[in-house]
């Protein structure tokens, strides 16, 4: 009955022009080395060894890779706290660690200011342990904007709640 009311909804913000930019990129490289390769004459073509063509593959694949790992980026927020995958990386953080959501100008994506791990207090902002929120790209404008505003509700809601 306490928590009446509350939003249990979960919330998810994801980088859009960045995804956007991942998937024109990696369409892009693999037409152009596709295109690179038939323009090869046969003749060089059959030089390259079996050794040799899946390591340009492996180059392929791991360019491919790392765009999607970062654009598979994302902040997820529920009654618990802030699920966060920055690349390949992913942290849980409970609503009780989150100091302070911020995106400033000039800032690259949101950042999360966290209480210490141990509840002893701090004095500045600059004393916070942090986490990036690549999830939240500045480049995003009005969509990074109303993310952080709606992280920032949603930390004072369920901050309060019992």
């Not at 706290?81 to 990386?89: D, F, S, Y």
């Not at 690259?108 to 929120?133: C, N, T």
């Amino acid at each position: 009955m306490a928590d009446q009311g509350l939003d249990h909804s979960v919330y998810v913000a994801r980088p859009h022009r960045v995804r956007v930019i991942a998937i024109i990129a990696t369409l892009a490289l693999c037409v152009m080395t596709a295109i690179g390769w038939f323009l090869l004459p046969k003749e060089i073509r059959v030089l390259f060894t079996v050794s040799q063509l899946l390591t340009l593959l492996g180059v392929l694949a791991l360019l491919v890779f790392g765009m999607m790992a970062l654009a598979s980026s994302y902040v997820r927020a529920d009654p618990t706290g802030l699920r966060i995958r920055n690349g390949l990386r992913s942290y849980a953080v409970p609503w009780g660690r989150v100091h302070k959501i911020i995106l400033r100008p000039g800032d690259p994506w949101a950042q999360l200011l966290m209480l210490p791990a141990d509840g002893r207090p701090f004095e500045a902002d600059f004393d916070a342990e942090k986490r990036q929120l690549m999830g939240i790209q500045a480049v995003d404008g009005r969509l990074a904007t109303a993310a952080v505003n709606e992280l920032r509700v949603r930390h004072r809601r369920f901050r309060e709640a019992p």
